[in-house]
């Protein structure tokens, strides 16, 4: 599998990135337990010129992780279809061995802490005395950490893909045609518990922003992963069968290809929009204290991006329900 242009490709990135973050280590340890920004000695000069190059160039590597997932995701649900037998799609590719979701999950974990020192440096750069250096090299050690975990688990799910291995796809998710009535009928409850739990928590979660401070922030914090899990069961049981238009088909990643318009982009993507908005909230409320103007004006467009993700991903989801019941 090492030898397919596309995982290549990959493993480019992979590498050109763990440079930057291995050239950036050791100088992001000396400005962590040297930075004296009170110091005019050339030490400090030295520090806040490579502060400045650091940054920079972690810009650059974090950004191209990101767009990492999204390549992993054409590979796992374009190309390898083509490669491995028996898969049609990631659904089939993810599971020809015990590292294929495991790496999915990882990167996705990953893309939130790179957004997180991404925003921290972009506060921290945007003040003139630099009041989240050098706090903010502790995210870097953190996305050192999970990067090399994402290839390790990565490099371990390509030399899994054996070429003799007849991958089990979709058909593991309809599984529940060859069960009891009683069965079907409990599992059709479960899904509308999930979907009561979808539209309910959404409309509390846009009460909470509306009026986002004191101990609202840390209920929608709570509320977050509920609604995330209830959302992700609603899609998968529910919502994809409207954009299919079968009622046994309830795969998450063919939604993702050009015949359904790439709705899985648009879906996710507003649900990304949401998540991260969050995250900046949750990143900017313990920070701002260390900011010259508290950054209002921030946390009011943040919530604004907040609401207006979370109220896409709702309407979108309706939407191709209402389009067949109506």
């Known amino acids: 599998m090492f030898a397919d242009l596309w995982i290549i490709s990959l493993f480019v990135i992979y590498f050109a990135c763990g440079f930057l973050f291995l050239w950036a280590l050791p100088a992001g340890i000396k400005i962590l337990f040297g930075w004296d920004f009170s110091s005019s000695s050339e030490k400090q000069l030295q520090l806040e010129k490579k502060n400045y190059l650091i940054s920079a160039l972690l810009q650059y590597a974090f950004f191209f992780q990101i767009i990492l997932l999204l390549f992993f995701l054409q590979l796992i649900n374009v190309h390898l279809p083509g490669v491995i037998k028996?898969?049609?799609c990631a659904a089939g590719t993810l599971n020809v061995n015990g590292y294929g979701d495991?790496?999915?999950y990882i990167k996705i974990a990953a893309v939130f802490i790179y957004l997180s020192f991404l925003f921290i440096n972009y506060l921290d750069q945007s003040e003139a005395d630099f009041p989240l250096t050098p706090q903010k090299y502790y995210l870097l050690f953190v996305a050192v950490l999970i990067f090399m975990l994402d290839v390790y688990v990565t490099v371990?799910?390509?030399?899994?893909?054996?070429?003799d291995i007849i991958a089990a796809c979709c058909s593991v998710n309809f599984s529940l045609n060859s069960v009891g009535a009683s069965s079907i009928q409990a599992f059709s409850e479960y899904v509308k518990t999930a979907l009561?739990?979808?539209y309910?928590?959404?409309?509390l979660i846009l009460l909470l922003i509306e009026k986002l401070k004191g101990y609202r922030f840390f209920i929608?914090?709570?509320l977050s992963p509920l609604f995330v899990f209830a959302d992700v069961v609603a899609l998968q049981?529910?919502?994809v069968k409207y954009i299919y238009g079968m009622p046994a088909h309830n795969c998450l990643f063919d939604i993702f290809w050009s015949e359904y318009y790439f709705a899985g982009y648009l879906i996710f993507g507003t649900l990304a929009v949401y998540l991260i908005s969050l995250l900046m909230l949750l990143l900017l409320q313990f920070v701002k204290n260390k900011l010259a103007d508290g950054r209002l004006n921030l946390q009011r467009k943040?919530?604004?991006m907040a609401a207006g993700g979370l109220i896409g991903h709702l309407l979108i989801l309706s939407l191709y329900w209402l389009r067949w019941i109506i």
């Open 220 to 222: 929608l914090l709570v």
């Open 102 to 104: 495991l790496s999915l």
């Open 200 to 203: 309910g928590l959404g409309a």
């Open 302 to 304: 943040l919530k604004w």
């Open 196 to 198: 009561f739990v979808f």
């Open 86 to 88: 028996g898969a049609m």
């Open 156 to 163: 371990s799910y390509f030399a899994g893909i054996k070429p």
């Open 237 to 239: 049981y529910h919502f």
